[in-house]
């Protein structure tokens, strides 16, 4: 991979004050990317500008704003557009989960966590993907997860959120592969953020110890990204989860992760 390939074009990177996003936002600036980074934290954001325009010397602003609400979409469009900026590459990757028991309980937040994972990943796709045709390059990357191809037993919506973006990238990728848009779908599994804790889903430390790092799934998207790769799965642990959900039954796996988490992460 060309290591200027990335060099003065503007990405746009969600979720990016920590966890995957905000490795990404490194390998993407050590690249030579400049950046607009979206998340709610703002003071969060604010220090990792600093970070990356001392270290990499490129150009950095961000948008303080919440995914959970609809037409967010629009706003960050707007913002670019107002700063003169041509958004060449689109990173998705903001998201959280809900346990399964608070889903039924607290509706309306499931709703939230559709418009970040699904809704608003769906419309910046497709909102910058204009310009991307009209220069004849572009880049997107959506962040799904492993589980969108193993069901889990302990967050059911989000399960399905993240299998409709794999879905979704899917088929952007067949329909714009040919046409300068390089489009990926990256599903990282177990990686050490504050993701789990964020989203109150207790992590055994037995577990923990085995998960991977934010920068390796940094570091393997934007490699697949760059090469024009419909999927990446990071780790061979991730994949070997991947090849064990193609043999044995999901209705089998579900059952088994039910028996397991109903011991191990309490609802």
Known sequence: ???????????????????????IAFELARKR??????SRNESMLKILQNQLKEKYQVKVLFFSIDLSRSNVACEIEKYCEDHGICITIVVNNAGYALKTAN??????QVSGMLEVLVCNLTELSLRFLPGMM???EGYIL????????IPVASTLTYHAAKAYVLAFTKALHWEYAKKGIHITCSLP???????????DLYV?????????SAESVAKASI??????????????NNRFLYWLSRILPHYWIYTCQKKYWSHYRPS
């Open 1 to 23: 991979m060309k290591e200027n390939l990335f060099e003065d074009k503007w990405a746009l990177v969600t979720g990016a004050s920590s966890g995957i996003g905000k490795e």
């Open 33 to 38: 990317a400049n950046l607009v980074l979206v």
């Open 103 to 108: 889903e039924i309980k607290k509706p309306e």
């Open 134 to 136: 009209q220069k004849g």
């Open 142 to 149: 959506n962040v799904s997860s492993i589980v969108a191809y």
């Open 189 to 199: 599994g177990a990686t050490k953020t504050g993701f789990a804790k964020a989203s």
């Open 204 to 212: 055994p430390e037995q577990l923990w110890n085995t998960y991977g």
């Open 223 to 236: 490699k697949a990204m760059a090469k024009n790769q419909c999927i990446v799965i990071p780790g061979w």
